[in-house]
């Protein structure tokens, strides 16, 4: 018999080393880009305070060389810091997606609702990634026939009523019919001890 909490939890089945080729191509692209954008960014910074402290030591006023170097270096700080931050979201999103991540309705459903807050979230998949996979019609089978022995042990619905509804499931293909054989007797002669 299968755990009743197979549903909660779920391994997505692959690991970060068992990527496709096009998520090992976004993965190297955005480590390249973060690379190169920080490594620039880095340089950048670097001129700017070598800058600041040549003109300590020479005694022209900082304030004055600030200002003339914002025109020029302040948009290109900016975009090297926005590549520094997207390619690195991008990069670190590359390594965790496919990781094994656990299956829960409530996780995907506050992963949906962030992502019709935030829209750029739904780029992500989270909610996709989240949720728990669509059982089988073999598993809803199963969950069925669980279903049904507890309501008849619990005295919920009568012999008539039980035997009914597994004929049901066996009419419907859901269940095979050696099974449902096997599963009513048992349940039925529980059933009996349980009154006697």
């Known amino acids: 018999m299968q755990s009743s909490n197979r549903g909660i939890y779920e391994y997505s089945g692959r690991t970060p080393w068992k990527m496709g080729w096009l998520s090992k191509l976004g993965l190297g692209i955005s480590l390249m880009v973060l690379l190169v954008s920080s490594s620039l960014l880095a340089v950048v910074l670097g001129y700017v305070g070598l800058v600041v402290y040549s003109a300590m030591m020479t005694g022209t006023p900082i304030v004055g060389l600030l200002i003339d170097m914002t025109i020029p270096y302040l948009p290109v700080v900016a975009v090297l810091l926005t590549l520094v931050v997207l390619s690195g979201t991008w990069f670190s999103w590359s390594l965790v997606r496919p990781a094994s991540v656990p299956k829960h309705e409530r996780l995907a459903s506050v992963a949906s609702r962030a992502e019709r807050e935030v829209p750029l979230l739904g780029s992500l998949g989270l909610s996709d990634s989240l949720a728990p996979p669509e059982p089988t019609p073999e598993e809803r089978a199963e969950r069925t026939l669980a279903e ?45 001890r349980d009154r006697t």
């Open 148 to 192: 049904l022995k507890r309501q008849y042990v619990d005295g919920e619905i009568d012999e008539r009523e039980f035997e009914r509804r597994v004929d049901r499931l066996v009419s419907n293909d859901s269940l095979e019919e050696a099974r449902a054989d096997r599963e009513r007797r048992a349940v039925l002669n529980d059933g009996e």
